[in-house]
């Protein structure tokens, strides 16, 4: 059973991930006040432990270490301000958190981590479903003139749709009048797809998987230490 400060932390940390998570499925987009508000709560408690002599440094490493990785992914393009401040925020609320599976306490690690892991369904599924429109015999690249590695990438990044839906981004361009795959991934909500049959990928809310990869945490522990001693184990 967790002590009254950690459930607390907990209960806000599940809040904040929640909320953010409704927001960015409605708008693909979330208000930094989430964040001001958990931050705001994380840096409380840490005052009120530094005051009861309750605080431990090691909380102070996972912040800076989070806050480090979660600033190089968002530099690096790999995750969107809104995703990089989640797992910041979460670190802050949380710093640390000793589940029965894990090699390290630093829950903001551990949620990032877990939603990665989490997130790999997204290319299963897409390679799923195209491999099941080929077998029903639909031409999902008929008037494209690809190199088969190039439509093999595709198939798992996106799909082909007759009529997407309102968060999608286009997988494809027009050169020199012919149809191309574009694999580069560099759209934004601004390039939202206005069109229909067409190759596209939706426009992943990433806070969705940080719930998910939460709740995994508090019920089991952290998914990357269960993948690295499986493989240890081959």
């Not at 749709?161 to 050169?175: A, D, Q």
């Amino acid at each position: 059973m967790y002590d009254p400060l950690t459930l607390a932390r907990l209960l806000v940390v599940g809040g904040v991930l929640s909320y953010a998570t409704y927001e960015d499925l409605k708008e693909r987009a979330v208000s930094d006040l989430v964040w001001i508000v958990g931050g705001g709560f994380g840096i409380s408690v840490i005052i009120f432990e530094c005051l009861s002599t309750r605080f431990d440094l090691i909380e102070l490493v996972s912040i800076g270490l989070v806050g480090a990785i979660s600033y190089a992914l968002y530099k690096a393009d790999l995750y969107g301000g809104a995703d990089a401040l989640a797992i910041i925020t979460v670190s802050v609320i949380l710093p640390i958190f000793r589940p029965s599976h894990a090699f390290h306490s630093m829950a903001g690690l551990m949620v990032l981590t877990n939603s990665l892991i989490l997130s790999l369904s997204i290319p299963i599924y897409f390679a799923t479903r195209n491999l099941l429109s080929l077998l029903r015999g639909e031409r999902i690249f008929e008037g494209f003139e690809e190199p088969l590695w190039k439509k093999l990438f595709a198939s798992f990044i996106g799909y082909r749709s007759k009529k997407p839906g309102k968060f999608f981004l286009t997988l494809e361009k027009v050169e020199g009048g012919k149809r191309r795959l574009d694999l580069s991934l560099k759209s934004t909500k601004e390039d939202f797809v206005q069109g229909e049959d067409i190759w596209v990928t939706p426009a992943i809310p990433m806070i969705l998987f940080m719930l998910a990869g939460f709740v995994v945490m508090v019920l089991y522990g952290d998914l990357l230490f269960s993948v690295l001693m499986a493989l240890g184990r081959l």
